[in-house]
């Protein structure tokens, strides 16, 4: 069937996190004793708060279509939010809610880049971010920075980058894979050769927004001088244990929204009515499990980056903000064990996932062929057996 399937389809690749997750679920169905370190999803229930509020919305009727843009409500409580948190003023007109942070990015993808439209993409990206770009028949101009530079470009990378045909810039602080977060002053440094180039786009991926181990999040939207010219993408999934909720928002210039709001009409209405009463309450009340699940992921971070000082030949930094820690595994490249061969790192992955038992994602999907993502949302014993049976199989390779 695959020559009746579009060759837009073709085209895009299948998300690498997702296609191991599914891998480890598969192997765990048939009761193989697999540590999960794959997905991006905190591993933590929704605040009871919250649930409860969702509870009420379903008991006061609210089962019924929503406008496109999202409740005026939740719009309000969105823009209060920015203000709050990032000192930026939006409009609810600016902001429109979606079916997830993913869709966010692909409703402003499609509203803004044309055929052969460049979008520059920094590296290591969120798998999703070129392959949205394939979808938009825009060309992907990667950006990569290594781990000798915490995984963040600098200015001049930028603007090496930039042509007449750049469109838009794509990025996430914090990242995803890398855990990186851009400082205030690293941010001023791109926001000033965006603002000697008034034709490009931003895009803001915020969605870790509040697992935050750093001095506080800083969003390039706060540079006055490029402000009119940031979409902000954040949601409700990693900050809030919202994820299976499906809400996520974009802020930015009036007539992305708008455009947005068209496209999405076309494409999936409003967002769930129940999903956005529980984000209304999540965004206006009490913020005290939020901190309280940073603060067990940041003494889990500590834990996974002290037990691999037993494998040096791993180079990683430290994470200062999401769930991930993203070693270089070059080191280990072209060793062997009992006739396998590990050329890459997703050749590296497979054989963690068969010889520790240990489920990881090759850092291919990410854009950095020498790295693999681990994912420490998971439980501090979890974290000790993944670790422990990771550096025994890594001492295997000779």
Known sequence: ??????????????????????????????????????????????????REAAKKAIDDGFTHYTPVLGYPELRTAIADKLKRDSNLDYLPSQIIVSTGAKHSLINIILSIINKDDEVIIPAPFWVSYPEMVKLAEGKVVVVSAKVDQDYKITPAQLEAA???KTR???????????????SKEELAGLAKVFNAHPNI??????????????????SLAQFPEINHRVVVVNG???????????????????????ACEKLQGQFTSGTCSISQKAAICALTSDMSPTYVMRDS????????????????????????????????????LGRSYQG????????????????????????AGFGAEECIRLSFATSEEN????????????????
């Open 383 to 398: 974290i000790i057996k993944a670790c422990d049976r990771i550096i025994e199989a890594l001492g295997k390779l000779s």
């Open 168 to 182: 838009a810039f794509i990025f996430s602080s914090p990242s995803n894979p890398t855990g990186s977060v851009y």
């Open 1 to 50: 069937m695959d020559d009746k399937v579009a060759k837009r389809i073709h085209d895009i690749q299948e998300s690498s996190t997702l296609q191991m997750a599914r891998l480890s679920r598969e192997l765990i169905a048939q009761g193989l004793d697999i540590i999960n370190l794959t997905l991006g999803e905190p591993d933590f229930d929704t605040p009871l708060h919250i």
């Open 340 to 363: 396998m061969t590990i050329h890459t790192s997703e050749d590296l992955s497979m054989y963690l996932l068969k010889e520790a038992r240990v489920s990881t994602v090759s850092g």
């Open 201 to 218: 786009i931003v895009i803001s991926d915020e969605i870790y927004e509040y697992i935050n181990y750093s001095s506080g999040h800083v």
């Open 162 to 164: 930039i042509t007449p």
């Open 236 to 258: 409700m999934s990693k900050g809030f244990a919202m994820t299976g909720w499906r809400i996520g928002y974009a802020a930015g210039p009036e007539w992305i929204i708008k």
């Open 297 to 332: 992921f940041l003494k889990r971070r500590n834990l996974i980056v002290e037990r691999l000082k037993a494998a040096p030949e791993l180079k990683y930094g430290i994470p200062e903000g999401a769930f991930y820690l993203f070693p270089d595994v070059s080191a280990y």
